[in-house]
Every structure is written in structure tokens, then in C-alpha cells.
């Protein structure tokens, strides 16, 4: 299954600078790794603001759930998710 997962990140402002460069290593080590197992298919950064757009192919909602969770950023995020379908326009004979 698709999805298309909007987050934002918010940090506070008075969190050390140590800590969050420490977060965002563990993060970006999480997020490659399950980029290498093909689930986080697409990452995105949305031009000007400390967010991204991803598509994740899971399971279920129960795997998004899971991952989306554990993310080490997961405590400073605002989190959308919006489940995809093909599109009957698509020139793709796939999902790809
Ligand atoms: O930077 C972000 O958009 C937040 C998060 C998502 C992947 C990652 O490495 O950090």
C-alpha cells in the first residue's frame, strides 16, 4: 500500500544543538535504511521550510503506523498521511 506522508519538523527553540544534531544523525540513518528496504520510497524536501513529502509503501496501516512512530523525530512532528491509488490517467503500467 501507498502512502503519501507530509512531516514537519518543530524543534524547540531552546533545545541544545548537540541533541539535535544527534537526533537528526539517528533520523537520517533510520531513514536510509528503510529507504534500502524499498519502503520509504520517495523523500522530498519541501523548498523552504523544515519539512518533507514521502511516499512509503507498507503493508498495512499498522506497518506505517509502526515506522512513522518510531521515527526519532517523531516527538517534534506534525504528521499528514494521505493513502494513494493509480490513477486511471497514468501512462505507468505500474506503480514505479
Ligand atoms: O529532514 C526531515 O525532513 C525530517 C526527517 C525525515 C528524514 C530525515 O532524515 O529527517
Not at 503493508?59 to 512532528?77: G, H, K, R, T, Y
Request: hydrophobic share 40%; with cysteine; charged share 25%.
Amino acid at each position: 500500500m501507498l502512502f503519501q506522508v507530509e512531516m514537519t519538523v518543530k524543534l524547540p527553540p531552546d533545545m541544545p544543538a548537540e541533541r539535535a544534531a544527534e537526533i537528526k544523525a539517528t533520523e537520517k540513518a533510520y531513514a536510509q535504511d528503510l529507504q534500502h528496504a524499498g519502503k520509504w520510497r520517495h523523500l522530498w524536501r519541501v523548498a523552504g521550510s523544515y519539512a518533507n513529502v514521502s511516499i512509503f509503501d507498507v503493508e498495512d496501516n499498522a506497518e506505517l503506523q509502526e515506522i512513522v512512530s518510531n521515527l526519532p523525530l517523531f516527538p517534534w512532528m506534525e504528521i499528514r498521511v494521505k493513502p494513494l491509488c493509480r490513477h486511471p490517467s497514468s501512462i505507468r503500467d505500474d506503480d514505479s
